[in-house]
């Protein structure tokens, strides 16, 4: 069974950083995409990043290109989004999510997603 917890969220003022966590087993991340997305209130679920086992290919939303970096970390067991200059619109729940298939690739559809963790807030707010 694949698992993944987020951490990190937090209250921040817009321009400022934070880094969010996403802890799996080391076969998880060695064998699985981990993707990033997020919710905002009212709006659906949408991909900000993801990250392709093996080859470390990345992916990022437009929306957050220049801004985020997803890094993995396997002595760590941790893929990391690090999410600088943020501005207001970035508010919403952050998830990270793994799929049941072991593609070599990554994706930024939901759908795509199988295990979920249980989400982190992100507030960017003055």
């Known amino acids: 069974q694949v698992q993944v917890v987020e951490s990190g969220g937090g209250l921040v003022q817009p321009g400022g950083s934070l880094r969010l966590s996403c802890a799996a087993s080391?076969?998880?991340?060695?064998?699985?995409?981990i993707g990033w997305f997020r919710q905002a209130p009212g709006k659906e679920r949408e991909g900000v990043s993801c990250?392709?086992?093996?080859?470390?290919?990345?992916h990022y939303a437009d929306s957050v290109k220049g801004r985020f970096t997803i890094s993995g970390d396997i002595a760590n067991d941790t893929v990391y989004l690090q999410l600088n200059n943020l501005k207001p619109e970035d508010t919403g729940v952050y998830y990270c999510?793994?799929?049941?298939?072991?593609?070599?690739?990554?994706?930024?559809?939901?759908?795509?997603?199988?295990?979920w963790g249980q989400g982190t807030q992100v507030t960017v707010s003055s």
């Open positions: 990250l392709a086992p093996r080859t470390g290919a990345t």
């Open positions: 999510a793994a799929p049941h298939v072991m593609y070599p690739f990554c994706l930024l559809t939901a759908t795509d997603y199988d295990y």
């Open positions: 080391k076969e998880t991340l060695q064998n699985y995409a």
